[in-house]
Each structure stands twice: as C-alpha cells, then as structure tokens.
C-alpha cells in the first residue's frame, strides 16, 4: 500500500491501524476550553496570549460559548472603569 493510498483510507503507516479522528477532536476542545472565556458582558470568546514576553488579547466572534468559564474582557472592564471616573 502507497502513502497516499493510506492517507485517502486514514490509516497509520506504521501500525496499519485506522486513525480515529473523534479522539483528537474532544481531547484538542478539552484543552482549548482551559484557556478560553467567555465575556458576559460583551459576549465575546478571549483568552491572553503570551508571545515574545508580552501578554496580548485575542477575541474570537465565531467560537462557541457553551461551557466556557465567565471572566469580563480586559476591554469591558477598562469600559467600566472610565464610566466610573467621570
């Protein structure tokens, strides 16, 4: 059997095993979730992202926000905080 035979029936190359894809789609959103929140305010999906030792905000509109954890987006709590200041 040729790689590219194996890959189109999705099994491994080594153990002749089909590869369950299922395993890696749960396993791979059990993780993500650890690092995703949800805003309740805005309603929006963020998480903080180190990079080059600086701490950035990326949000994400088109994640679902289904068992998330709660936490306001930097960006929501700083809107509150200069509502109160003035």
């Known amino acids: 059997m040729t790689i590219l035979e194996?890959?189109?029936?999705?099994k491994?190359?080594?153990?002749?095993k089909v590869i369950s894809k299922s395993s890696y789609n749960?396993?791979?959103?059990k993780i993500t979730d650890k690092?995703?929140?949800?805003?309740?305010?805005?309603?929006v999906?963020?998480?903080k992202v180190?990079?080059?030792n600086k701490i950035l905000?990326?949000?994400?509109?088109?994640?679902?926000?289904?068992?998330?954890?709660?936490e306001?987006?930097?960006e929501c709590s700083e809107k509150a905080i200069s509502k109160t200041e003035y």
């Open 45 to 47: 999906v963020w998480e």
């Open 35 to 43: 690092y995703l929140t949800v805003c309740p305010s805005c309603n």
């Open 26 to 29: 749960t396993k791979e959103g």
């Open 57 to 70: 905000i990326e949000y994400y509109h088109e994640i679902p926000r289904y068992g998330k954890r709660k």
């Open 50 to 52: 180190h990079w080059r």
């Open 6 to 10: 194996s890959v189109a029936l999705g």
């Open 12 to 16: 491994d190359r080594e153990n002749n």
């Open 72 to 74: 306001i987006c930097p």
